[in-house]
């Protein structure tokens, strides 16, 4: 049977050209969108290069503060130094923990203007993180204590500071006021990273902490993110609760703020996180959110394929009714109906999919796309099954959506209608 | 056996009300060869649309082949039709994406008989009508005679009790219609029961029974 319904959308795709271009057109255009998107995601969520083990990493970042108990002023912020160095840098449950934050940084060179990443971090931020020194080392723990003036540079900056040199170990960097010694080279670190920004990077304790203000929100205001890295994710859940039970000891002990921090969270929910950490973004928040792109994505596309597929049935009535003159039932030809269209949208994903290839290799380090709020990152490649399966469940409901409602209007069809023009 | 009971079908669009069958008695027995006859719009292909559960009357009760057809679910019917009935049309519908095999083997797929036994279904109602050399051909390469030859193997293929015509000679010359009349009395001494519907009085008359319809009646 399968083969006498291939037979038949063969040929009546290649009979008419013009609908089978169009509905391809329309699937492998989406798919290869899909496609993009969700490789991109993948390779942001999965990491690479020194967040090769981003799997087992958990983030805190966005603190509110609430100016009281209940009700007042909220406050968006991030984590404060002292709260960082004295309470969540204590927690056990985690194997490591790093505090760190970063910006952008612009400076002249060569009487040129650039824009570099820095990050400021822990000693331990080169444990949590795996970077190949291509040279030197990181600064340890006692020269972060002391506020030693060092600095560890990516390739990139160091042929941009100091083109062909290759020893460039003692060097000096200029960050503002501060002149930092050069002990380290790493590795560039991917555009697609959600942790890292490629650049220089120093001992936060180069800045001086700042100075607590007891009128305001500021004791517990400041830049920091925390990383913490755990053997593997049976312990996520404890550093979680480890990491609230201590946000909840640094709230109780204030009589008037409220502090909230989500998490720490995983790649996958920071990705979609906001930033207030009391946004609710679990799987039904998020179908919420996303109902409307997902309905400019997938559906809009297959509402035009579902429409295409409406103005064949009266092409193939005939077919149709013979079909039923000859024993097949309603259901049968629903069947018959949805599976040429599944086979027209697969063919459209494997089209999709070579095209999003074909569209990372050749522009890939050109374009960016957007994956979060405030965040795009360059079209990057990483197949694997997640991407597969999110590609090949649009797919389905690609073909389920357009060829679901045809197929049944089309198994209600009236054969006498067409088998002899209509005559009684 | 087909036996017909009080059937009456009436067409109703938003203007106009057509009585198609009105009140319809008749007995057509096993092994009869019967033709239909009467003016375009009479009823014929309605008599023979419901006969091959391709409509349902409004009113009346209808036998076929002993079996009392009641109700008409879709899944029902469908497997009835694809046993009992095979039909022959004018215009032929052979599908046309389909070469000839495939459309004779289109009432076997439904039937989810194993695949050799339709490849030799196939074959002997190919041989039956002589186009086991056109198998391969699609639609739009054989001529007339050999389109309705197809169809009246596709008919055939499935072994049924009775094969529904519906002028099966109208779009052929007479040489090619005389051929097809006379596979069609072959398949009825082999044991077929067969409805016809013509408006070639000379046809009519080598058929045992003519059947006469007039606005919806049977009139003879």
């Not at chain 1, 995601?41 to 983030?59: C, D, F, W, Y």
């Not at chain 2, 408006?199 to 059947?211: M, Q, S």
Request: aromatic residues 10%; proline residues 4%; charged residues 20%.
């Amino acid at each position: 049977m399968l083969k006498n319904y291939l037979r038949t959308f063969w040929k009546v795709a290649r009979q008419n050209k013009l609908f089978t271009f169009l509905s391809l057109f329309g699937i492998s255009m989406t798919i290869m969108f899909v496609m993009i998107f969700s490789m991109t995601v993948t390779k942001v969520v999965k990491g690479s290069g020194p967040e090769k083990h981003l799997g087992n990493i958990l983030v805190a970042e966005n603190m509110k503060v609430r100016t009281q108990k209940r009700g007042g002023n909220e406050v968006f912020t991030e984590l404060g130094r002292t709260e960082c160095e004295e309470y969540y840098k204590k927690i056990k449950s985690a194997d490591k923990i790093s505090m760190f934050f970063g910006y952008d940084w612009e400076f002249r060179q060569n009487g040129r203007q650039y824009t570099k990443g820095y990050m400021v971090t822990d000693a331990e931020f080169w444990e949590v993180f795996d970077f190949d020194f291509i040279l030197g080392r990181p600064y340890t723990k006692e020269e972060v204590t002391n506020g030693a003036n060092l600095a560890v540079i990516t390739e990139s900056l160091r042929e941009l500071l100091f083109g062909n040199e290759n020893n460039v170990l003692g060097k000096i960097v200029q960050y503002r006021d501060f002149s930092l010694t050069v002990i380290g080279v790493v590795e560039d670190i991917p555009p697609t990273s959600q942790n890292l920004r490629s650049g220089v990077f120093f001992p936060y304790t180069l800045f001086p902490a700042e100075k607590p203000d007891t009128r305001s929100f500021s004791p517990y205001s400041g830049a920091f993110s925390l990383a913490f890295k755990a053997k593997n994710r049976n312990q996520f859940p404890e550093i979680r609760r480890d990491f609230q039970a201590t946000l909840q000891r640094i709230d109780a002990a204030d009589p008037n703020l409220a502090l909230f921090v989500a998490g720490p969270n995983t790649q996958w929910q920071r990705l979609f996180a906001t930033f207030d950490p009391e946004d609710d973004f679990g799987p039904w928040a998020l179908l919420r959110k996303y109902l409307l792109w997902g309905f400019g994505f997938i559906f809009l596309p297959a509402v035009n394929l579902m429409a295409l597929n409406f103005a064949r049935i009266r092409e193939r009535g005939e077919e149709i009714a013979v079909r039923k003159s000859f024993g097949a039932s309603s259901a049968v030809l629903k069947g018959q109906f949805i599976f040429e269209n599944l086979v027209l949208t697969v063919t459209g994903g494997v089209i999709g999919i070579v095209l999003s290839f074909v569209v990372v290799a050749l522009l890939g380090n050109t374009l960016n796309i957007p994956v979060k709020a405030g965040t795009t990152v360059p079209m990057s490649f990483s197949f694997d099954f997640l991407v597969f399966g999110i590609t090949l469940g649009v797919c389905l409901l690609f073909g389920m959506l357009s060829g679901v409602l045809p197929a049944i209007r089309m198994s209600r069809m009236k054969p006498v209608k067409y088998l002899k023009g209509g005559e009684i | 056996m087909i036996k017909l009971s009080n059937i009456s079908k009436t067409y109703r669009t938003q203007s106009i009300e057509t009585l198609a069958l009105d009140n319809i008695n008749l007995e057509v027995k096993p092994g009869e060869f019967v033709s239909v006859m009467g003016p375009s719009g009479c009823g014929k292909s309605t008599l023979l649309n419901i006969i091959g559960l391709l409509d349902e009357p409004d009113k009346g009760i209808l036998h076929l082949e002993g079996n009392l057809i009641s109700g008409y679910a879709d899944k029902k019917t469908a497997g009835l039709r694809n046993r009992m009935v095979g039909f022959i049309f004018q215009s032929f519908h052979l599908i046309k994406e389909l070469n000839v095999f495939d459309n004779v083997e289109l009432p076997l797929i439904y039937r989810k008989m194993p695949s050799g036994e339709r490849k030799k279904r196939v074959y002997e109602a190919l041989e039956q009508v002589s186009l086991t050399n056109r198998m391969h051909h699609y639609p739009s390469q054989l001529s007339g005679g050999q389109c309705q030859r197809t169809a009246i193997a596709r008919a055939l293929a499935g072994n049924p009790g009775i094969i529904l015509a519906d002028e099966p000679t109208g779009n052929l010359d007479s040489t090619v219609g005389k051929e097809v009349m006379n596979i069609l009395t072959d398949l009825n001494k082999a044991g077929t029961t067969i409805m016809m519907v013509t408006h070639d009085e000379l046809l009519a008359k080598t058929t045992h029974r003519i059947i006469r319809l007039f606005d919806g009646r049977l009139v003879g």
